[in-house]
Structure formats: structure tokens, C-alpha cells
């Protein structure tokens, strides 16, 4: 095998690389997360966090969350942003195209409102580069079959 094959990233880290590239399209004010959807090493869907289509954005009007001194993983319903995972999954319906069976590499860890969809939609793993303290999506991920992978720090 050649040198460069070597230095091939394998496809995890391929298609994390791309959600963190989709990442830098976020327009959260406090984390900024990319998601894409694989399903047979083809790219179904991608989604990042920030206001739905067409409202302003938090750099425009300020982070509520932020305003009201709210730590990251509490009273998420206080936030103008759809999560980089729920956009990606209404992405690929607004298209008409299937997911279940799929993969979904994304920046930081599923919440649990996140893992709920992802198990209903029918995605089979999920790879992610940060924890996010969740321990109620971790065990509904279990419980739902659905595999969880996190990619090593040397990433």
C-alpha cells in the first residue's frame, strides 16, 4: 500500500470531518454543531444548529439562554435554535428521502430530544466527537439498539 493510502482518513473520520465542516454554519452564540447523515458511504442529509428558515438569528437578537445565565443542557426549550440533528432529519423528509438504516456522525453527543427522533427516524449509530451530559439519551439509545460510538481524542 502507497503512503498516501495511509494517511487516508477511514470513514469515520471522513464524514466527521464533513459535520464539522457543516458545523461552521451555525448561527448558535454558544455551540456550534454540524450533522450529516451517511447511509452505504453516501451523504444523505446534513444539518447545523441555529433559528428556523427564515427567522433571525442569535447574532442578531442575543442568546436568551445566555441573558438569563442558563447552563448548556438545561431548559433547551428556552432557545431560538433547532439542534444540527433535527435539522438534518427534516432536511432529508422535506426531500423525500429515507434515512432509516442510516448513520449519523455529528459534532457533539445526541441529546435525548435529539435520540428520541433519531431512534424513531430509524438511524441504526451514532458517531460523535464531544460528550454531551445526557444520561437519559445514552440509556434510550441502548434500549432502542441504537449504537453510539465516540471518536477517539486523537481526532
Known sequence: MSAAQDERPSWDDYFMQLAQVVAGRSTC??????????????????G?????????????????????????????????????????????????????GADIYTTVEPCVL???LLINAGIRRAVFLLPYPDALARELAEEAGMERVRLGPAF
Not at 454540524?34 to 444523505?44: C, F, Q
Open 114 to 116: 435529539c435520540t428520541k
Open 48 to 100: 447545523y444548529n441555529g433559528s428556523p428558515s427564515g427567522l433571525k438569528h442569535c447574532a442578531e437578537l442575543g442568546c436568551l439562554r445566555e441573558a438569563l445565565n442558563i447552563p448548556s443542557g438545561q431548559r433547551t426549550e428556552i432557545c431560538r435554535a433547532v439542534h444540527a440533528e433535527q435539522n438534518a432529519l427534516v432536511q432529508a423528509a422535506k426531500h423525500g428521502i429515507s434515512i432509516d
Open 29 to 46: 452564540l454558544r455551540r456550534q454543531v454540524g450533522a450529516v447523515i451517511v447511509k452505504d458511504k453516501r451523504i444523505l442529509s446534513t
